[in-house]
């Protein structure tokens, strides 16, 4: 067996695909790159297989028929290959989407641990993957920064001491804009995040605050808190990445600049916390201000049915999922404004029948059937009869 620690790393053409990789190479005595895989970016994927030759096998849902010098998996099924095929010691799962779940499920299933960026598998599969979790003993090591903080501030502390989670929220794109100003919000204005460079999923979600709803259910299922006592506040520095509030009244914080690589190494090799790039560091002294403010959910309701989906548990989630996913990809590609998004979430909650107990296939279900609402929807108007 390798002294190295084998990453397989799925969506690794991505924002925290390639950010996952920096860190890998800080660690070369550390890591060994076993495994990558993207959607449909072969050109990328070749580069990283370029650049590091111990790779086992990647894949890639189509090829063009170029040469590979590494085993190339291709198909609808190229991701369940790939893990089929690669020995590996820790899953990267930094997938973007619901197609993110069933590789989490099965990497738990086949006894190991996954470093989780996709927030979907949580969203979409909260439930399942608990089970799944207390079935096989495994664990997730949280990559999405908020949850990184926060598993961050309770080490060494007990959980029954833990009285809130508090999650900071940046208020996206339109923090600044009034409810009325977005009627007619562009892709192009939606995508300029003030604070982070991400995937064009993440960052209409982080407009619309639907980012921060997926937020509250992750957190809910990684830290086994109950909704009441999970709290958004909005934070426009995004320099405090969340808090936890203890019994006694004590807040701890966890505090950065807004770089992924941090919460990407954390997930890899806690409790070590070796050297990032020095010229990224926060500079208190610099730091003009840090503000907080009372989240509006008049201002962004989606975050309340973000929690009555939590609560409802079952389905709820993946049908939330499949249709913001879908109805973001409609918005990008100009064919639903931008407030739409929250329609069509709603209208696919009301729409798809609710599952109470959840298994894969289910939920596989319930993403269609969300996708196919939405796009009903869109033609037809989202009203329920
Ligand atoms: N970016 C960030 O800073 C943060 C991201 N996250 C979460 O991490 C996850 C990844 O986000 P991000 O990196 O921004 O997303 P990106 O869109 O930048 O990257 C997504 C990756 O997933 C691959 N992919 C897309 N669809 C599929 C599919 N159906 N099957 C297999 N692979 C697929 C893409 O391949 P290809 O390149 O070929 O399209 C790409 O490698 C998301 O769940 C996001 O919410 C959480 C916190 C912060
Ligand atoms: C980097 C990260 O974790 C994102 O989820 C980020 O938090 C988005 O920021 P907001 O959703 O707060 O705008
Ligand atoms: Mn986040």
Redesign the pocket.
Same mark, same amino acid.
């Given at each position: 067996m390798s002294e190295k620690k084998r990453i397989l790393l799925?969506? !690794?053409? /991505?924002? +925290? /695909?390639r950010q996952t990789l920096d860190v890998l190479r800080r660690h070369p005595d550390t890591f060994e790159l076993a495994g990558i895989? !993207? /959607?449909? @970016?072969e050109d990328?994927l070749q580069e990283i297989a370029q650049e590091f030759p111990e790779i086992q096998a990647a894949s #890639? *849902?189509s090829t063009d028929g170029r040469p590979w010098q590494t085993d190339l998996i291709t198909g609808a099924d190229h #991701?369940a290959r790939l893990m089929d095929r690669v020995e590996y010691d820790l899953l990267v799962n !930094? #997938? #973007? /989407?619901f197609?993110?779940l069933a590789p989490t499920l099965k990497a738990l299933e086949s006894g190991h641990d996954v470093a989780l !960026? @996709?927030? *979907?598998s949580l969203v979409a599969g909260g439930p399942l993957v608990k089970k799944t979790l207390a079935e096989t003993g495994r664990r997730l090591y949280p +990559?999405?920064?908020e949850h990184s903080a926060i598993w961050q501030c309770i080490q060494g502390s007990r959980e029954k001491d833990v009285n809130r989670l508090i999650i900071t929220a940046s208020g996206g794109s339109f923090r600044d804009r009034s409810r009325e100003s977005l009627k007619d919000a562009t892709p192009a204005e939606a995508l300029k995040h003030p604070n982070?460079a991400?995937?064009?999923? +993440?960052t209409i979600d982080s407009a619309t605050m639907v980012n921060k709803g997926f937020e509250v259910i992750e957190a809910h299922y990684l830290f086994d808190v109950p909704f009441e006592r999970i709290e958004t506040v909005l934070h426009p520095q995004s320099i405090v990445h969340s808090m936890v509030e203890f019994k006694d009244g004590a807040v701890m914080a966890q505090l950065g600049s807004a770089d992924?690589r941090l919460p990407i190494q954390y997930a890899l090799m806690m409790p070590d916390r070796p050297s990032l790039e020095e010229d990224n560091r926060l500079d208190m002294t610099r730091t003009q201000s840090l503000e907080f403010r009372e989240m509006d959910m008049e201002r962004f309701p989606i975050l309340k049915t973000a929690y009555e989906t939590g609560k409802a548990g079952g389905s709820a989630g993946a049908v939330f999922n499949g249709a913001d996913e879908e109805a973001v990809a409609l918005f990008l590609e100009g064919k639903l404004p931008f407030l739409g998004i929250e329609d069509a979430i709603r209208y696919a909650l009301q729409v798809v029948p609710f599952v109470q107990d959840p298994d894969y296939e289910a939920l596989r279900d319930c993403d269609r059937l969300a996708r196919e609402a939405v796009r009903y929807g869109v033609s037809h108007g989202f009203q329920v009869e």
């Open positions: 799925l969506g !690794a053409t /991505g924002s +925290i /695909g895989s !993207a /959607g449909h @970016n990328a #890639v *849902e #991701v !930094a #997938v #973007v /989407g197609a993110g !960026a @996709n927030k *979907e +990559i999405d920064s982070w991400m995937g064009k999923r +993440i992924m």
